[in-house]
């Protein structure tokens, strides 16, 4: 029977960016120079260590077999994630709070523009 695998180790990260260059030590020791094509750093101040997943360039045939722990991302684009907020807006209560404010006018498109101000205001959790 095969051992479960161990919880992963933490390992000593070291990046040092410039826009277009990086040098990315692990473990004090430097990755070769072009190996590297990107990396994502994710940090939960609450959620422990932070996430380091680095993008390479692999030679032709590298090859791998063996236990991994396998995340998959789908990053949202910001149009998805303005039409996910848009999506969950009730229209009658947005139009009944911009009636209701305070510095609804009285000219063409007013209207309209407290209803932006509105939905700025709920993407920030006011109003």
Wanted: net charge negative; hydrophobic share 40%; aromatic share 4%.
């Amino acid at each position: 029977m095969t051992e479960p695998p161990a919880e992963p180790q933490a390992h000593g990260v070291r990046i040092d960016a410039q826009p277009g260059h990086a040098t990315i030590s692990i473990d004090g020791i430097p990755l070769p120079p072009g190996q590297v094509t990107g990396y994502t750093l994710q940090h939960d101040v609450n959620g422990g260590l932070p996430l380091v997943v680095l993008h390479t360039r692999q030679p032709e045939g590298a090859a791998f077999e063996g236990l991994a722990r396998v995340a998959v991302g789908v990053t949202d684009t910001p149009a998805d994630i303005v039409a996910g907020f848009l999506a969950q807006i009730d229209p009658a209560a947005l139009e009944n709070a911009a009636l209701n404010r305070e510095d609804l006018g009285g000219e063409k498109h007013d209207l309209t523009r407290a209803m932006l101000s509105q939905l700025a205001d709920y993407a920030r959790g006011a109003g």
